[in-house]
């Protein structure tokens, strides 16, 4: 079923992005994802033509969902469906996630890249990396994995590339590893910083003292920790949105299939 709306997508001429956790999976940095994320076009135009998409393959509206309208897609709001398979899958579609430009832009940045339901226009990593600085813990080893899968294939590096990998590496075990693909990197950090110091001793070789290992992961978490409360930051405002929709009825019930603009339900 989940190859048959992906065809759909494609009969709809729907404009999207596969993006979050199966996209890490394709290059290699998770090795698991249970839910479909989408990032499509917030043009209205394109959101009844993904609306007529998951209408043909039986989609039903899942939990805390406003309607799919280009307003609240332009809000950034977030949408969550139930596609009929065995078991059934989660998908989530947004139209402006946070910390990315433009779709548009997005787009032009995209790869294509073979998926277990075909070839599917997937997002780049660099724009991958920003959506996944979330609020969960779990989200910054993958981050660390899919900034060393970027210093992998761009060759040669600049110093924009290295300036945009140190911004974006989370924990040591990711500077470690990253040294090894981009040495260069030893020299990105505040020489008088722990980290600094952290990445200068272990490019000769050497085992950092304690005091600096210990001083270098205080930084990183305290840089993961102000990115986590810029995403819950973000999202409070969605949030308290979302309660008054509820209050005022307007959320989407549960369970309600999807239909075609200005058509009915079938369930």
Not at 47 to 66: E, S
Not at 78 to 93: A, K, N, T
Not at 195 to 205: F, I, K, P, Q, W
């Amino acid at each position: 079923m989940i190859e048959s709306f992906f065809r759909s997508l494609e009969a709809e001429g729907v404009a999207y992005l596969l993006i979050s956790g199966q996209a890490a999976v394709l290059y290699g940095a998770s090795t698991f994802s249970e839910d479909i994320d989408l990032w499509i076009d917030p043009g209205p135009d394109n959101a009844d033509a993904l609306v007529r998409a998951l209408a043909a393959c039986g989609a039903r509206y899942y939990k805390l969902t406003p309607p799919l309208s280009g307003e609240f897609l332009r809000e950034g709001h977030g949408f969550h469906f139930l596609i009929p398979d065995d078991p059934e899958v989660f998908l989530d579609v947004m139209g402006c996630p946070p910390r990315v430009g433009s779709f548009a832009d997005a787009r032009r940045r995209a790869r294509t890249l073979a998926t277990p339901w075909g070839d599917l226009p997937v997002v780049g990593i660099r724009d991958l990396v920003a959506l996944k600085t979330t609020q969960r813990m779990a989200d910054y080893p993958v981050i660390d994995r899919l900034v060393l899968r970027e210093l992998e294939t761009c060759r040669p590096l600049s110093e924009d590339d290295l300036g945009w990998a140190a911004e974006h590496l989370y924990t040591q075990e990711g500077w470690d590893e990253a040294m090894t693909v981009a040495p260069d990197l030893a020299g990105r950090p505040d020489p008088d910083s722990a980290l600094g110091r952290y990445v200068r001793t272990a490019s000769s070789g050497e085992e950092a003292p304690r005091e600096v290992r210990d001083g270098a992961e205080r930084e990183l978490w305290e840089k993961m920790q102000a990115a986590r409360d810029a995403d819950r930051t973000h999202w409070k405002n969605i949030i308290d949105q979302l309660r008054e929709l509820r209050r005022q009825g307007l959320l989407v019930p549960e369970g309600t299939p999807v239909a075609p603009p200005g058509g009915r339900p079938d369930g």
